[in-house]
Structures are given as C-alpha cells and as structure tokens.
Nanobody, 130 residues
Framework: QVQLVESGGGLVQPGGSLRLSCVVS??????????IGWFRQASGKKREGISC????????YYRGSVKGRFTLSRDNGKKTVYLQMNNLKVEDTTVYYC?????????????????????WGQGTQVTVSS
C-alpha cells in the first residue's frame, strides 16, 4: 500500500516562496519506480496538473502558468519529492495534492491527467495573500 503525505503549505505574501514536500511510503519501491505529480484544485474547479517528475530518468514537466516559478526536486534517500514555489501569486491560492503512479503503468504524455495516477495525498493548503 502506497501512502503519500504532503506538507509545507501555509500563508505567504505575493512574491513569496514555499516548498511543498511529498513523502512516499510503500513496501519497498524507490522513487525511480514512480511518477510523482503535483495537482491543485480550487473550490468548484477541476483538479489541474501543475508538475510531474518521472522517476526512471528524472524528467520534469510543468504547466505553463507555473513554468519558471515552480521547480521539482527529489531526495531518493528520504523518498521525498519537493515542489519549490517562488514568486507566488494570489491565483496560486488553493489546495495542492501530490499523486503517484508506478512508472510501468504511466504514460508521460498524460502527466497532467488526474486519472493517470492511482495514489493521492490528503492535500495541503497554500494561501497567497497580502
């Protein structure tokens, strides 16, 4: 059973930064075996994919609105994927989720499709406000 735990959300002023963490707990696979995605969902809106790291080769993908501001990284020893968010904007305010799927079942071309992922975290709130 795979469990994902996000942390790092909070309140920040416009232009500020936050780093979200997603810890992957499972029976023994490594981060190389997973695609880890980050999604966000505002109230009443669809869950949108914002970034993804493909485990096998570390390829990263970003939604256009966050490209250049958000950066993925990982710590294999801690089985943790980080989403560094810089120059945050008010419109980035929402709940952020990490998601995971085993790379052997994952289609990179659908990295931003929520149905490509089996495992989900509980979400962490990010609020950007002055």
């Amino acid at each position: 059973q795979v469990q994902l735990v996000e942390s790092g959300g909070g309140l920040v002023q416009p232009g500020g930064s936050l780093r979200l963490s997603c810890v992957v707990s499972d029976s023994g696979l490594t981060l190389d075996d997973y695609a880890i995605g980050w999604f966000r969902q505002a109230s009443g809106k669809k869950r949108e994919g914002i970034s993804c790291m493909y485990g096998t080769d570390g390829s990263t993908y970003y939604r256009g609105s966050v490209k250049g501001r958000f950066t993925l990284s990982r710590d294999n020893g801690k089985k943790t994927v980080y989403l560094q968010m810089n120059n945050l904007k008010v419109e980035d305010t929402t709940v952020y989720y990490c998601a995971a799927e085993e790379t052997r079942r994952f289609d990179n071309t659908n990295w931003n499709d929520r149905y490509e992922y089996t495992y989900w975290g509980q979400g962490t709130q990010v609020t950007v406000s002055s």
